[in-house]
Each structure stands twice: as structure tokens, then as C-alpha cells.
């Protein structure tokens, strides 16, 4: 399974950058990876890949797994739609401090569509899955192309709204049978139900969940 498969190349979730002197003589064989991805042997980093982030691919895939840190999968409000573990982030970099930072200053209460919009978080998150979408297929593209206009237009009332369309997405914990994005509950914590005790990982600390 792919949720274990990050765990396993990046235990602390760290970039293969950022790997300590213990493994590295396992770097090679990664950045390797990387080249290999990208099709392009000059890549040296993670920051070389960044731009490949948010592909929906195997390419993608493989550089989450292998640079969580420069993908968003540490950051809770991470601009990109595809950073959660069924898209590669270790599961791990939900305990990593950084993550549990971000959990901590969030406030426990929805941000109008308005505010959403002044979000440099939000917006770009929305546009980058506007971006993301364009390589799906047909029909699936055009659900995401809806999801992206209602979350722009209607900001937090998305979590209930998505439900307009009738398939299995669940926006606030980034579940759902077809759903491959990733949760929206630390921007949205009311509609999301951070307040009820079965608030999920991602909601804001400020809202009492642990």
C-alpha cells in the first residue's frame, strides 16, 4: 500500500536532501529516482522537481514519496491538492513538528469565502488544482473543475455543497471513494465538525482536538 510505501523511503519525512549521514549512501539510488521522473539528468534536488509536485502520475508519485518536505506534505495547509498518503505523503509528516506548528496557530473557526480568497494558501491551492485537473479524463476532469469553482465561489459552504454532485468525496478529511485531494478542514474547522470529538488529525488544535 502506498500510505506504508512513504513511511518506509522517508521515515521522518524529510527530503532526500535533508537525509542524515546514515543513509547516505542510499541517496544516489533516489535522486537517481528523481532524474529518472523528470527525465532529466541534471536534477540534483528536490527544488528541481518541485514544479512536479502536484502531478497526478507516477511522477508524481515518486516525488512526493521522496521530497515531502518541498510537496507540502509537512504543512497541514500545504497548497497542494494531491498532499495527503494515498498520493504518496509518509504518513509520518503528520506528527512532524512543523505540521503540528501549523495545527497549533490555526484559529478554530471557518474564514469567509471572502477571507479565503485573501488566503495566499487558498488561492493558490485552488489554482494549482484548476491546474492539476487539465491532465485528467474526461468527466472526472470536469467534477474537478466544478470542486475547484465551488470551493473559489462558496469557500467553506464547499464541505456541505460537494455533496450536490452525489459521489463520494469527502472534502473536510480528504476521503471518498474518488476523491484523490487532500483535506480542507484547517481552513473550514466548523463546517468540517473540528468541534465535535470526532474531530479528525488535520483540524486546528484551537478547536480541542488531539
Do not use: Y
Not at 485528467?136 to 467553506?156: I, M, N, S, Y
Amino acid at each position: 500500500r502506498i500510505e506504508q510505501t512513504g513511511d518506509l523511503v522517508s521515515p521522518s519525512c524529510l527530503d532526500v536532501d535533508d537525509w542524515p549521514l546514515q543513509w547516505e549512501s542510499n541517496k544516489p539510488i533516489f535522486i537517481g529516482a528523481l532524474q529518472d521522473q523528470a527525465r532529466d539528468a541534471s536534477v540534483a534536488s528536490c527544488r528541481d522537481v518541485e514544479h512536479l509536485c502536484d502531478r497526478d502520475s507516477d511522477e508524481g508519485l515518486c516525488i512526493r514519496l521522496v521530497c515531502p518536505e518541498t510537496c507540502g506534505c509537512s504543512s497541514p495547509s500545504s497548497s497542494n491538492p494531491l498532499a495527503k498518503t494515498s498520493q504518496g505523503c509518509p504518513g509520518r509528516c503528520r506528527e512532524q513538528p512543523e505540521f503540528l506548528k501549523q495545527r497549533s496557530e490555526a484559529i478554530c473557526r471557518d474564514l469567509s469565502p471572502a477571507e479565503l480568497q485573501n488566503t495566499t494558501s487558498w488561492t493558490s491551492l485552488v489554482q494549482r488544482l484548476r491546474q492539476t485537473v487539465k491532465t485528467w479524463t474526461p468527466g472526472f476532469r470536469e467534477l474537478f473543475e466544478a470542486v475547484a469553482d465551488l470551493l473559489w465561489d462558496t469557500g467553506c459552504a464547499a464541505m456541505t455543497g460537494i455533496n450536490q454532485f452525489g459521489e463520494d468525496i469527502n472534502l473536510c478529511t480528504g476521503e471518498g471513494a474518488i476523491n484523490p485531494i487532500k483535506a480542507f478542514s484547517i481552513w473550514c474547522p466548523e463546517a468540517c465538525g473540528c468541534l465535535q470529538p470526532s474531530g479528525h488529525i488535520d483540524c486546528p488544535l484551537s478547536c480541542g482536538q488531539r
